[in-house]
């Protein structure tokens, strides 16, 4: 195993793939080692975890037509 330092505009980058469990190991042990030294980058994805669990509980009958619509535009020119 290959631990290396990461940045962290790095774990910004990569953060999806770690929290979806889709990182290779080399990558995800230089992830957790960098979280272990980085109180920043831990707070980051706790944050990130807690949006997408509150995420999860959202209704799409619930939102306004007017908040529905926005989020619409927001991600219609969305790269994917």
Not at 22 to 28: F, G, T, V
Not at 39 to 57: F, K
Request: charged fraction near 20%; include cysteine; charge should be negative.
């Amino acid at each position: 195993m290959t631990i290396r330092a990461l940045a962290c505009q790095e774990i910004v980058e990569v953060i999806t793939d770690y929290l979806e469990g889709a990182m290779d190991a080399d990558l995800r042990a230089s992830f957790e080692t960098h979280l272990a030294g980085c109180p920043h980058c831990t707070h980051y994805v706790e944050q990130i975890r807690a949006m997408i669990d509150l995420s999860g509980t959202i209704e799409a009958e619930a939102l306004s037509p007017q908040f529905r619509a926005g989020l619409l535009e927001a991600f219609r020119g969305f790269a994917r």
